[in-house]
């Protein structure tokens, strides 16, 4: 009954944390009372102290904000050169796709890099091995998806309209999917692993910068490299 | 370590899920495209609008994921603090931003074209209050849904609500250039 009580006063202290520090008693609970440390953290966070939407929004508000400011700067790219992106059918359809998966590997790259290094496993982050499998896996999965969506968009096209793929510009379309595919996902792991050491090593949670700073890069750099390649095959 | 493991299947299989989604959002894009990418600004709206839906509703899922698993939710559609708290918070977030999208737009149609037309701001915030009042619901639900059938929601939910995002993006920009 006596521990009972003192985890809960515990417990009502950390509620009364302010939202964005961390706490040393997070890391006292966790080890003395073994308190999952997603546990103390969502008590901290939306505990009945809390004003759940307020503290949302606020955190949210910020990334958000920063995300769609790069995406809008992406979309000015290919809103310079619509009218040849318009005429480029394949390359539309393939658009929100291409999107998706890039953001997607941002996520996937943050999050298993974030988590291997509070597994320690990254000392030697070049000679890792774990972390070489991962980039090969993300690689040839975009890589082979890139060219099947390819294949799909022409495919529909061809099925729903009277729109006419020649072999050139499909040849054209298959090559910027590849490339942008490659290229965004070599600088997505790039900056996972720059900006995951920085953030660890000043102690900070690189799990709540990461996937915010990878997912806007992917959405703005997906945008700028479509209206680049566009620009100088057709 | 064997490069075709655990995380390659899930990896790709959730990417296959994915883009048969954005696929069939770029299909509505290119058969529509007179209707919705001819708009001025439209390119400047359409990426941040797309993501949105990952950003908010996936950040919502993921949030409802860790406080089923902690306990913290049940998962039931009974009305609750945080549930409701969540609720909130996307909707509002989700509506804020395609506000910011349709302002964004305006300027750049202000600065490059000189078009002062405020249907630029107006058509990502029907789309957004469309698009949102499907896609919230739908990720609770379905969130709520594989959590009962034993499935880890955030292994699912990411794909999923990308692709029916992309989906419901698409046909609720659509809908708010009927109306406008």
Known sequence: ?234 | MSFFDKNFKEIFTSQVISILGGLLAGTILALYTNKILYIPGMLVILPGFLAMRGNISGSFASRLSAGLFLGFIKPTLRKTRIVQGNLKASFFLAIFISLVLGILAFLSNYIVWGSSSIKIILLPLIAGIIANAIEIPLTLIMTFYFFKKGHDPNNIMGPVVTSTGDITSIVALLIAVVIL
């Open chain 1, 1 to 234: 009954m006596k521990l009972h009580h003192r985890i809960r006063k515990h417990l009502q202290t950390l509620q009364g944390v302010r939202k964005e520090k961390h706490h040393h008693l997070l890391h006292h609970l966790h080890q003395k009372y073994r308190i999952s440390k997603s546990t103390l953290f969502y008590v901290k966070e939306y505990g009945p102290g809390s004003h759940v939407a307020a503290t949302i929004i606020m955190e949210s508000l910020k990334i958000l904000l920063f995300s769609s400011v790069m995406s809008s700067l992406g979309g000015l790219a290919l809103e310079h050169i619509k009218f040849l992106f318009i005429s480029i059918l394949p390359l539309i359809i393939l658009m929100p796709a291409l999107n998706d998966m890039i953001g997607d590997y941002g996520t996937i790259i943050s999050s298993r890099f974030s988590t291997m290094l509070y597994e320690g496993k990254v000392s030697g982050w070049h000679r890792n091995k774990e972390l070489r499998t991962l980039f090969w896996q993300v690689l040839s999965i975009g890589g082979f998806l890139a060219v099947l969506s390819t294949v799909l968009s022409v495919a529909i096209l061809s099925f729903l309209t009277d729109y006419h793929t020649t072999l050139m510009m499909g040849l054209k379309v298959l090559f910027i999917a590849v490339v942008d595919i490659i290229l965004l996902v070599t600088i997505l792991f790039a900056i996972a692993i720059g900006a995951g050491l920085y953030f660890y090593k000043r102690q900070e949670d690189p799990n709540n910068f990461l996937i915010p700073i990878t997912t806007s890069v992917a959405d703005f750099g997906n945008m700028v490299v479509l209206a680049v390649l566009a620009v100088l095959l057709f």
